[in-house]
C-alpha cells in the first residue's frame, strides 16, 4: 500500500521551531485521513493532529491548538507537521499515519490507520 517516510524531528529549545514532513511512497494520499501521533516514554500514543485529505478538516489535541499546524499535498503525497512555539513537554517520538477515511473532517483521527512510518524523534530542551 507504499510506505510512510518521515523526516525533519531534532533537537530543539523550547520556543522554537520544527517541521516535519511526511512522504507516501508509491502511494497516494487521495480519499484518505492523515494523522500525526506521537509517544513519550511511559506514555501511551496520542493523536496530535489529523487532516481530511480531501476536504480538508482538521483536528489538534487541546495541548497544541494554535501552536501547531498540520497540511497536506496531494499532489506530491506528502502531509507536514509544523510545529512552533515547542515546549518540553512536546518531547516524544512523532509518527505519521495514513489510513482509509472511513469518517471525514476532524473525526478523520478515529480511522483505523494501516499505514505507519517509522518515527522521528523530537526533544525540546530548557
Known amino acids: 500500500q507504499g510506505q510512510l517516510v518521515e523526516s525533519g524531528g531534532g533537537s530543539v529549545q523550547a520556543g522554537g521551531s520544527l517541521r516535519l514532513a511526511c512522504s507516501s511512497l508509491?502511494?497516494?494520499?487521495?480519499?484518505?485521513?492523515l494523522a500525526w501521533f506521537r509517544q513519550a516514554p511511559g506514555q501511551e500514543r496520542e493523536v496530535v493532529a489529523s487532516?481530511?485529505?480531501?476536504?480538508?478538516?482538521?483536528y489538534y489535541t487541546d495541548s497544541v491548538k494554535g501552536r501547531f499546524t498540520i497540511s497536506r499535498d496531494n499532489a506530491k503525497s506528502v502531509f507536514d507537521l509544523q510545529m512552533n512555539d515547542l515546549k518540553l513537554e512536546d518531547t516524544a517520538m512523532y509518527y505519521c499515519?495514513?489510513?482509509?477515511?472511513?469518517?471525514?473532517?476532524?473525526?478523520?483521527?478515529?480511522?483505523?490507520?494501516?499505514?505507519w512510518g517509522q518515527g522521528t524523534r523530537v526533544t525540546v530542551s530548557s
Open positions: 499515519a495514513a489510513g482509509p477515511r472511513q469518517y471525514v473532517g476532524p473525526a478523520c483521527r478515529f480511522v483505523d490507520f494501516s499505514r
Open positions: 508509491g502511494y497516494g494520499l487521495f480519499d484518505q485521513c
Open positions: 487532516i481530511d485529505s480531501v476536504q480538508g478538516g482538521t
